[in-house]
């Protein structure tokens, strides 16, 4: 049964011979009455702070949760980057060992071809001097026949010229130009 302020103010009891004080019964229902009706704004304040830290509770509750799907997406997210980022570095580091690779290859081919150079331009150098000292020691041959060849020339001007004092000069024409 619920009994609001009014039903205590407006009780009445009946009366006997005996009875109770009539006024010490309807103070004391005067008395009850408000403390009754204090109770019930005590317990309508409470009932409302009730429903609103329940509303703040639920808010805070779906912002929890709300906390929560952010964070594990974060997390996610966070674990996709560092993969993807884990792949782009072992990418890279693929790509310079494969360049590294390369540029070794290219280079120890090119060590090569210089090397083959440095050896056909000692070749050719060798050979140069080869033909250049056997120009040379040609030409020395060439300047000691010419020597002997002046030596045997001028033996022989002078055996002719020995036969020409024997020949008339009457009769000969001949110049000779040197």
Do not use: C
């Not at 309807?26 to 429903?51: H, P, S, T, W």
């Not at 310079?96 to 090119?110: F, M, P, Q, T």
Request: hydrophobic content about 35%.
């Amino acid at each position: 049964m619920k009994i609001s302020p009014i039903d205590i103010y407006n009780r009445e009891f009946g009366k006997s011979t005996f009875g109770y004080n009539v006024k010490q019964v309807d103070e004391f229902i005067e008395e009850v009455g408000m403390a009754y009706e204090r109770l019930l704004k005590e317990l309508n304040l409470l009932q409302d702070e009730n429903e609103k830290l329940r509303e703040k509770v639920a808010a805070q509750e779906e912002m929890e949760d709300k906390l929560q799907r952010i964070l594990l997406t974060v997390q996610e997210t966070a674990r996709e980057i560092t993969e993807q980022a884990h792949k782009e570095a072992d990418l890279i580091i693929k790509k310079a060992e494969l360049k590294a690779e390369r540029l070794e290859r290219e280079a120890k081919i090119k060590l090569q071809e210089e090397y083959k150079s440095l050896q056909s331009l000692k070749e050719t150098r060798e050979l140069f001097k080869i033909r250049l000292k056997t120009m040379l020691e040609g030409y020395l041959e060439l300047i000691n026949n010419t020597e002997e060849l002046d030596e045997d020339i001028e033996k022989d001007v002078a055996v002719k010229a020995l036969d020409l004092e024997d020949v008339d000069d009457d009769n000969l024409d001949i110049t000779l130009d040197f």
